[in-house]
Structures are given as C-alpha cells and as structure tokens.
C-alpha cells in the first residue's frame, strides 16, 4: 500500500487504487490519512439500509462534479456506479487548493469561505465537543474560516471553548499549522476570527500585546489591516478579524450582539463605500426539532440573499 495514503472504513484497511462499495452497515467510520500533508480526516456517516456508499480511493473517471483521477471522495449510490461517478451523489472531497481557481480581484466578502464554529473545540463532550478533525485536517477538507477562542494566561493563548480547555496552545496548535499549510498551499488565505475567552490570569500584558508578539513570529504570514481586502492581496496570508479590544485586523469587538439574533458591525458608511462592515448571523438558539433547524435555515437565508444582492 502506498504510504502517503491509506483509508480504513469500520476498521478494514481500502487500498489506493479501487473504488470500494460497503452496503452491511447504516453507519460508517471512516478514516483517511494523507501523509504528504500529515493529515488525517475521520468522520461518520449514517445512512439508511437501503443506501450504498461508494468510496473513491484513486483512479475514477471525469464526471458531472469535475472530479479527477486520484481524487479521494466519499459518495453515494449503487454498486455498480462505483465505475462511474455521475450517477453518485457527492457527500465529501478534499479541497486543498480551491483558492487558486478563484478570480483574484474579488474580495473576501465576494465569494463563500465555507468555515467551522468553535473550530478547535475536540475535547468536553456534548457541551463543547463542536469538531471531529484536527485544524489542519480542516483547511485540506476545504475550511478556510476559522473562529479561535483563546483565554490569556501566563502572557500566552490557551484555546478554550467556555471554560473546558482544549489543550492546545495557540502558537504551536493553531498560528503554526495555519502558517504550515498556506506555505504548502500559497494561493489559500485562511480569515481567522479571533476572540478573548474566560477570565485572563499572570499577565503582564494586554491581550493584544500577546496577540502581537504572536503575529511578530511570522509577520508576512499576516494580514492585519481594518478593512476586507481582495483575493489576491491576501493569498498566502492569515486575515485577522479581530473579536478583542484593539486597533488590529478587522474590527468585529465593539457592537457584537449579546443576543440571539443577525446584526451588522462597522456600519460607518453606505455599503457602497464602506470597507469594513461586517453582518452577521450569530442565532445560536436551537433545539432539536425540524422546525428549529427550518427558522436556522431561513436566518441564514436571508444573510445569503443579503450578500448576493450586493447589500
């Protein structure tokens, strides 16, 4: 088996070259290494008994979702599409470089960043469990947002998600993994939005002291200016939003809501000309009802349509 990549599903090891098919479980763990990249990606996938699961480990043909040979994707469908990806409904690829087929003269506010909430919260359990992967994981399935939450203490960020810790440093867990991969991935930029958590402790600094000497490690890996800048002045670069008192990244500290609801930051002039306004959608109430995840749905749906009306 080559060794940059392997995959195991419920435990059985799938060689590179074939497209598998698995049909004798609802429920499927499943495990993908990449070791060019050091990354690993797991997740799991319910489906019904009548439902097929075709994992694609290598060689497949041009299809309707523009998948290449070597591409590594989970999809559904029938054992005999396992052939021929167009009659298969994609449910996962990695996305490492989707970036680079962006146009570069848009800006971030111009395209969708898919990205992930609490980003690095692994650890705590169904309270703030948020994450199945690892950050570096996430940027190759294709996130490129990021919300870091970091509580100050001995003049360093510990990454926190409310008052579990994640035992993860900022500096090593977070700036460095994003700094390894954009250097292997240069036309990427990952927008980071970064906030204070939890009371701060042993400080001989402000927060934004530390933040600075964490950005001084490696200053052309940063983007800190107050406005949303185009593509391709940030390729190679981690775009600072700043949730924290201060005068650096893009201010989003002053005005946040406290409630449940969508609201707008930096409104300081008309669309048209304002370089920094921000709206967000940040309706974090929600049961487990179909009509909770309808009302989620239509809020989002609303920023969206917002977004691509150019309002």
């Not at 939005?193 to 933040?211: A, I, Q, V």
Request: net charge negative; proline share 4%.
């Amino acid at each position: 088996m080559p060794s940059d990549f392997w995959a195991k599903v419920n435990g059985h090891e799938w060689k590179r070259e074939y497209a598998y098919h698995i049909s004798d479980a609802s429920s499927y763990e499943v495990n993908l290494y990449w070791g060019g990249d050091n990354v690993h990606a797991h997740a799991t996938i319910s489906l019904s008994s009548r439902t097929k699961v075709c994992l694609f480990v290598g060689r497949m043909r041009e299809d309707k979702h523009g998948l290449r040979k070597g591409d590594f994707v989970i999809a559904t469908g029938q054992p005999s599409d396992c052939d021929d990806a167009s009659n298969l409904t994609l449910l996962w690829r990695p996305a490492p470089d989707w970036m680079s087929k962006i146009d570069g003269s848009k800006k971030l506010s111009e395209f969708n960043i898919p990205g992930t909430h609490d980003t690095c919260s692994l650890h705590g359990g169904a309270q703030t469990e948020t994450q199945s992967m690892h950050l570096g994981a996430q940027f190759y399935a294709g996130i490129r947002f990021i919300d870091i939450r970091c509580r100050h203490a001995n003049d360093s960020f510990q990454i926190y998600h409310g008052a579990i810790s994640q035992n993860l440093e900022f500096g090593t867990g977070v700036e460095k993994v994003c700094v390894d991969y954009i250097m292997q991935h240069p036309d990427e930029a990952i927008i980071m939005l970064l906030k204070e958590t939890g009371d701060p402790y042993w400080n001989s600094r402000s927060f934004e002291e530390t933040m600075q000497a964490y950005i001084d490690l490696y200053p052309e890996f940063w983007f800190t200016e107050d406005y949303i800048p185009h593509l391709d002045e940030v390729r190679g670069k981690i775009v600072l939003i700043r949730g924290f008192s201060g005068k650096m990244g893009i201010p989003a500290y002053d005005g946040w809501a406290k409630d449940d609801c969508t609201f707008t930051l930096n409104d300081d002039a008309p669309s048209e000309v304002s370089r920094r306004k921000l709206r967000v959608q940040d309706c974090y109430g929600m049961s487990d009802t179909v009509k909770s995840f309808d009302d989620k749905w239509d809020k989002l749906a609303s920023v969206f349509r917002g977004a691509k009306d150019g309002s």
